[in-house]
C-alpha cells in the first residue's frame, strides 16, 4: 500500500480526530479538530499490521514505525471508534452490501485494549 492509499482509508476509518497523521513520504492527514497530537507512521507500520491489531500496533510502537507527539490519550481515545474494512476476499463473499459504497469492504470494529487470556501450559 501506497502513502497515498493509506491516506484515503485513514480519512475513512478516523473522519473525526484531534490529531494530525504524518506519512513516511512526509505527507500530512490534517486534524479535523484542534489538534493535540501527531500520529506518525513508518513505512514498516503495514508490513506487520495483522490481527490482533492491540498487538501488531504496540510492536509497531517499539520497532519505531508508529510514534505518538503529543496527547497520546486523545490518539487512543479516537481509535476506540475505528471501524477497519475486512479483507476483499472476505467482502467479496458477504451477502450484505458494504457501508462503504459500492466495491468496497465491510467495516470491521477495531477493538483496542482487549486481554488475551495466557497460553495453556503444554
Not at 485513514?10 to 512526509?26: I, Y
Not at 481509535?79 to 459500492?102: C, D, F, N, Y
Amino acid at each position: 500500500m501506497q502513502a497515498g492509499e493509506l491516506r484515503r482509508l485513514l480519512e475513512r476509518v478516523l473522519p473525526a480526530r484531534p490529531f494530525e497523521v504524518r506519512l513516511w513520504d512526509g505527507s500530512v492527514l490534517p486534524a479535523t479538530a484542534e489538534p493535540r497530537a501527531t500520529l506518525v507512521l513508518g513505512r514498516g507500520l503495514l508490513e506487520g499490521l495483522a490481527p490482533p491489531l492491540d498487538l501488531a500496533l504496540g510492536e509497531a510502537f517499539v520497532r519505531g514505525d508508529l510514534e505518538v507527539e503529543g496527547d497520546l490519550g486523545a490518539v487512543l481515545a479516537a481509535l476506540e471508534h475505528v471501524e477497519l474494512p475486512t479483507s476483499p476476499l472476505k467482502a467479496a463473499v458477504s451477502p450484505q452490501r458494504s457501508a462503504w459504497g459500492p466495491g468496497l469492504p465491510h467495516p470491521v470494529p477495531l477493538r483496542m485494549g482487549r486481554v488475551y487470556p495466557p497460553n495453556p501450559p503444554c
